[in-house]
């Protein structure tokens, strides 16, 4: 379906293969979590080169719904964003929690009144920034996923319930299995790991670099039948099944949700 760039955790770019089923599925799971219908308009504001673009561009296609496309200039403007979003009567958007801070700092975001659920994720989400989102009564979902996944792979819709000092990853989504791994097995509840994608998310390799490919995906010992893609990513399962990042197994950084390699 794609082929897009990332560092991953050599510092060198790889181009990853990801399948039509991966991103077909991502589509239609989101699409019926977040309620998206043909009465709504979904705003594209990510770059094309960051694959949260392709759940706003073709979310609201599949769902017969409206699409609102901001220049690329303008993509940190946070007075033009407001504006398209009221203008345009927007429903739903994706901001990564640097730009979602930045949104709901401008002191005018209240009058985008039609906004009705924001995604956010590829960051940590300060709990703080939660609070703010959800005093507005708006729907808030944090999403994670690696390049080498379609997209994003778990799930959690946020609530004034959540744990006060983190945002639950949450659960994988239809589809995909998330695992946490001590090496080559799986890790207790409550015990770090790392974490660990199934399913039909994968990606199929890095194009035109095998020994990366299989370094990266490898078949798990627990269900050799199984493909799994090693994130480099340490989190933990908690005793009711709900996934908590913890941070990376390298030096690797994350910056307005790119991989910075230091």
């Not at 979310?59 to 946070?78: E, F, T």
């Not at 299989?214 to 099944?241: K, N, V, W």
């Amino acid at each position: 379906a794609y082929l897009m760039y990332t560092s991953g955790s050599t510092g060198a770019p790889k181009g990853v293969l990801v399948p039509h089923a991966g991103i077909a599925n991502r589509i239609a799971w989101a699409n019926c979590a977040y309620g998206v219908q043909a009465s709504d308009s979904v705003l594209q504001v990510a770059a094309v080169g960051f694959d949260i673009s392709l759940w706003e561009m073709l979310a609201p296609l599949y769902a017969g719904a409206r699409l609102v496309i901001v220049s690329p200039d303008r993509h940190g403007d946070i007075a033009h964003l407001v504006d398209q979003i009221e203008r345009h009567g927007v429903s739903g958007v994706h901001f990564v929690p640097s730009l979602l801070a930045a949104f709901v700092e401008h002191a005018e975001w209240p009058r985008c009144h039609s906004l009705r659920f924001i995604v956010t994720g590829g960051e940590r989400v300060p709990p703080p920034l939660r609070a703010a989102v959800l005093s507005r009564s708006l729907q808030l979902f944090h999403a994670y996923g690696p390049t080498e996944a379609s997209i994003s792979v778990t799930h959690w819709q946020c609530s004034a319930r959540d744990p006060e000092t983190y945002v639950p990853l949450g659960h994988p989504i239809a589809g995909t299995n998330v695992y946490v791994l001590d090496g080559e097995e799986l890790a207790p509840p409550g015990c770090i790991g790392e974490l660990c994608i199934g399913g039909v998310a994968l990606a199929s390799a890095y194009a035109d670099n095998p020994e990366a490919t299989q370094a990266s995906f490898t078949r798990a010992r627990f269900s050799p039948r199984e493909r799994i893609y090693r994130t480099g990513d340490l989190g933990r399962m908690h005793d009711d099944g709900v996934l908590e990042f913890i941070g990376r197994r390298d030096q690797q950084l994350k910056l307005r949700g790119v991989r910075i390699e230091p």
